[in-house]
């Protein structure tokens, strides 16, 4: 069965950081480029961070030199580090083969408020 597990998130203040985690069941995760959404409410569903099989990542502007996408093979499992949070961060956070798509996972929760 095909699966993706989110975990990591929380409340944070403004300026904080916290590390997300996606493990992945039922695929070679390794052949796959993976990458990290996010959906605020009333907001459409974006993509945050991207990462190649061979590890070359892309960014959405807006967190750009602020959040760290990383893949541990091994694990089944991709990163996303999240520094220097903004309150505009808030979302709930899912992970996703880049394609084809798996069935989005529950996701997890990022709230940023002081």
């Known amino acids: 069965q095909v699966q993706l597990v989110e975990s990591g998130g929380g409340l944070v203040q403004p300026g904080g950081s916290l590390r997300l985690s996606c493990a992945a069941s039922?695929?070679?995760?390794?052949?796959?480029?993976m990458g990290w959404y996010r959906q605020a409410p009333g907001k459409q569903r974006e993509m945050v961070a991207t990462i190649t099989s061979g590890g070359i990542t892309n960014y959405a502007d807006s967190v750009k030199g602020r959040f760290t996408i990383s893949r541990d093979n091994a694990k089944n499992t991709v990163y996303l580090q999240m520094n220097s949070l903004k309150v505009e961060d808030t979302a709930v956070y899912y992970c996703?083969?880049?394609?084809?798509?798996?069935?989005w996972g529950q996701g997890t929760q990022v709230t940023v408020s002081s």
């Open positions: 039922g695929i070679i995760f390794s052949r796959y480029a």
């Open positions: 996703n083969r880049i394609s084809p798509r798996i069935s």
